[in-house]
């Protein structure tokens, strides 16, 4: 399987500290994709990484890709409440209409 | 900013009964997807759609489902008889055509199905 297996399962932090959270995979892939879903909502894309890239930045995002360990990392900087979600990892092998395989994903709780 | 929306948000229907999932993708994409997520777990592919026809499916797809794009728009996801374990949240996504590789899969907010 070349799914996605985010760390940890579950983070709290205080408002203003950065979060990461990891996402490992199995096989060789294309594409990895961060996507955010509030509780029992949408699934909210943040970020897409290619698997000749390093790294990647969006606002407060930080994407890095190591394809020889095959993971990935999102850092979220200076975490607001808003941020309070599930973040899940997502990857395919590159065809224009291949699935993308989810993790399980990441609970972040930021604490006011 | 264009999105993909997804009709209706919530839907309750009875075991063995018909259920028709609608979803309008972002208008200059031509690849389509269902997904669907139960509970608590995971996000699980269903299947791809592209020029008016089935890409892959996933062994969830079996033959109580089906798709089909039946105007320029819409692409629905119907389920013919449903069960107890199809009750889950129903995404809908869709990409714009890359040259090569895949592009990101845009999501719709999602049919939360209850099945009684």
């Known amino acids: 399987s070349q799914q996605g297996e985010e760390d940890p399962q579950a983070l709290s932090i205080q408002e203003g500290e950065n979060a990461t959270m990891n996402c490992s995979y199995k096989t060789s892939i294309n594409n990895l994709q961060w996507y955010r879903q509030n509780s029992g909502r949408g699934l909210v894309h943040l970020i897409l990484?290619?698997?000749?890239?390093r790294e990647k930045h969006s606002g407060r995002l930080r994407v890095t890709l190591d394809t020889s360990k095959k993971s990935s990392s999102l850092l979220i900087t200076a975490s607001r409440a808003a941020d309070t979600a599930s973040y899940f990892c997502a990857t395919d092998k590159g065809s224009r209409d291949d699935k993308i395989i989810f993790g399980k994903g990441t609970r972040l709780h930021i604490l006011p | 900013e264009p999105e993909v929306t997804q009709t209706p948000s919530h839907q309750v229907t009875q075991m063995g009964q018909e259920v028709i999932l609608r979803c309008v993708p972002i208008?200059?994409?031509?690849?389509f997807y269902w997904y669907r997520q139960i509970l608590g777990q995971k996000v699980e592919f269903l299947v791809s759609?592209?020029?008016?026809?089935?890409?892959?499916k996933s062994e969830i797809f079996d033959d109580q489902f089906s798709v089909e794009r039946p105007d320029g728009s819409n692409f629905t996801l119907k389920i013919r008889s449903t069960k107890l374990e199809d009750s889950a949240m129903y995404f809908c996504?869709?990409?714009?055509?890359?040259?090569?590789?895949?592009?990101?899969?845009?999501f719709g907010p999602g049919t939360r199905l209850l099945v009684l």
């Open positions: 208008s200059n994409h031509l690849y």
């Open positions: 759609f592209y020029n008016n026809e089935i890409s892959e």
């Open positions: 996504a869709s990409s714009e055509p890359g040259l090569q590789y895949q592009e990101t899969q845009y």
């Open positions: 990484i290619r698997s000749n890239e």
